[in-house]
């Protein structure tokens, strides 16, 4: 089997996945050929819509993650959920054993579980990716472990920290918002020249977020809205028409490949508060409304919001609250100008060099 210098593993959202091929294509950038880089990802989410054509080796941990409840049903499928991992450690040690990586990355979830132990037990250095406010569940158990901790907040629980932000794709690096960009994202997506308010839940989607949207379409008439509800909703929300007078302004989509025109042709974007999508918030200078996900471990998403909202680049809404009424009251206090110095202001968060950063750190570990 062909030597792999680096394992990348990490998946089951697209805020786990993404940050690994932004720090893949930063290797070979470096000179690292694709075929010495291994993802190890998700079977589950939207993991394998994401790196299918671009070129890197994978392979997809089935199973899923642990459920943080009590109730029966999630105790059987938690106990499930435990031996299907204990499964995929096994074989992630036997896939080292033959890869013979000379570094580990993880940028955590359940999908990095195998990796993170495989590293473990056959002593291979390990580079953890934290970009949440918060270490992730599976970082804070083997963190101990790490020779070297990326992460995206000062103050961030693990070994060895280099504060180096979230490792950005290169499709969301450096866009220029001016009107002419706009102008030629929008009609790259099929939206007219209105106001337009992008609602975001994560690759997952958020029922809260879906729902407000739909509230949203009818409390302000003027808007147009461009809806990424998550692939488990698609069906339920494509299936539930909307008024005729209402179709030619909604736009409705599982999933955004294009998000980096969706940030430029976006006025303000409604969306929960994970690490990556404030990251690219901030980096394409784009204002919006966070709705940090209640229950999130270590409440790392209302973390995640404060930056941006300490800055005045974004209003930070609680999940209760969230409603299509509330958003409309909101967005009708935003004049043009307003919108403008949010830009600026998520502008200052930016840390475009996060992925050249970690990229650099994880080739001084590989030996």
């Known amino acids: 089997m ?34 010495e880089l291994q993802f190890m990802a998700s079977a589950r989410g939207p993991d394998r819509s994401i790196l299918d054509g671009r070129g890197f080796p994978a392979v997809y941990v089935t199973g899923r993650g642990i459920q943080r409840s009590m109730r029966p049903r999630a105790l059987r499928d938690n106990v499930a959920a435990v031996i299907g991992l204990l499964r995929a450690v096994g074989h992630a040690v036997v896939d080292c054993r033959q890869w013979r990586p000379s570094v580990v990355v993880s940028a955590g979830g359940y999908a990095a579980f195998p990796a993170v132990v495989a590293a473990v037990v056959l002593h291979i250095p390990l580079v953890i990716v934290n970009i949440d406010a918060v270490a ?18 000062e103050g961030t629980a693990l070994r060895h920290p280099v504060v180096t932000g979230a490792p950005l794709p290169a499709a969301v ?9 706009r102008g030629a994202a929008r009609q790259r997506l099929g939206l007219g ?18 729902t407000a949207a739909r509230e949203l379409l009818v409390a302000a008439p003027d808007l147009e809205i461009y809806h990424v ?3 488990r909703s698609y069906d339920e929300l494509a299936a539930s028409p909307v008024s005729r007078a209402a179709q030619a302004r909604y736009h409705l989509v599982p999933f955004e490949q294009a998000m980096a025109d969706l940030y430029l042709a976006a006025d303000i974007v409604v969306a929960r508060s994970g690490a990556m999508t404030v990251a690219e918030l901030a980096a394409t200078k784009t ?26 680049g974004a209003l930070v809404v609680n999940d209760r609250d969230c409603t299509g009424s509330h958003v409309a009251a909101l967005l009708s206090t935003l004049s043009d100008s307003d919108l403008d110095a949010m830009s600026d202001a998520a502008a200052t968060c930016a840390r475009h060099d996060a992925a050249d950063t970690i990229a650099d750190v994880v080739l001084r570990n590989v030996h």
Do not use: M, Y
């Open 2 to 35: 062909t030597r792999r210098t680096v394992v990348l593993a990490g998946g089951g959202t697209g805020g786990h996945v993404l940050p690994i091929v932004a720090i893949a294509e930063a290797l070979c950038a470096r000179g690292l050929d694709p075929s």
């Open 136 to 153: 992730g569940l599976v970082h804070r158990i083997f963190g101990r472990f790490a020779t070297a901790s990326c992460v995206g907040f």
């Open 173 to 181: 690096q450096h866009l220029d918002r001016d009107l002419e960009h």
């Open 193 to 210: 020249i209105g106001r337009v308010v992008a609602f975001v839940g994560g690759s997952l989607g958020a029922t809260r977020l879906n």
């Open 229 to 231: 509800c998550g692939a």
């Open 287 to 312: 204002p919006s409304i966070l709705v940090p996900l209640p229950g999130a471990p270590g409440d790392h998403q209302r973390h995640n919001a404060d930056a941006l909202e300490r800055v005045g």
